[in-house]
């Protein structure tokens, strides 16, 4: 069976949406992942079948409740795969999770829409909490496709030789160094020298020192981590 995400929403319809395009699209066509988005509505019971209701406490929105997410959890259960709920509260998602997401059967993504989602059912099911950046989105289903684009590309297969992985911001602690192609001169801004001159030590060189010096200007936290790795160990 190919790598399967189960997406749990109230808005089925936004799916596959940019997913069904490009590099993640031509691999769905495919069959190298697979793509079931499960509208939460229909495992809310009751007259109304209403998925929230208001918080306690008092405030603000609706939270969804923990009995519907409970039954949308159990039908979609995948064995061996992770439940993740879509929330600016959760850790950041990182690459080596998105790696590790590969790696496995394949991901429920609960996408979490309202002011939250009652907290019961989270700690129930276990639920990891992801989040893809400090911002709010409207809703958890723009970051569960952001999650899912990162992991497709990484499936066996789906990436060519060609645009391989190996290199790229992340992988290496580092962000990318700056790309070049042609006109060699373009409105007066010339390629960088060494990049014309075939000598591939000192373009690994310069990519390197790139590499580095964008990090150290752009991203101080990442620059640390990857002096500290670079301190204990000192060939790599
Ligand atoms: N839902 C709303 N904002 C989000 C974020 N930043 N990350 C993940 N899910 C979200």
Known sequence: MSWTARLLTLFPEMFPGPLGHSLAGRALARGQWTLEAIDIRDHATGRHRSV?????????????????????????????????????RGRPLTQARVASLAA??????????????????????????????????SGGEPAAMVLLDAVVRLLPGVMGAEESGEEESFSSGLLEYPHYTRPALWKGRAVPEVLLGGNHAA????????????????????????????????TA
Do not use: K, N
Request: hydrophobic share 50%.
């Open 52 to 88: 929230d209701d208001a918080p306690f406490g008092g405030g603000a929105g609706m939270v969804m409740r923990p009995d519907v997410i409970d039954a949308a959890a159990e039908a979609a259960a995948l064995s061996g795969a992770p439940l993740i709920v879509l929330t600016p």
């Open 104 to 137: 496995g059967p394949g991901v429920v993504l609960l996408c979490g829409r309202y002011e939250g989602i009652d907290q019961r059912v989270i700690e129930a099911r276990s639920m990891e909490e992801l989040s893809i950046g400090d911002y709010v989105l």
């Open 203 to 234: 373009i690994a060189e310069w990519r390197q020192a790139e590499a580095e010096r964008i990090t150290r200007e752009r991203r101080p936290d990442l620059w640390a981590a990857w002096q500290a790795l670079a301190d204990a160990a000192p």
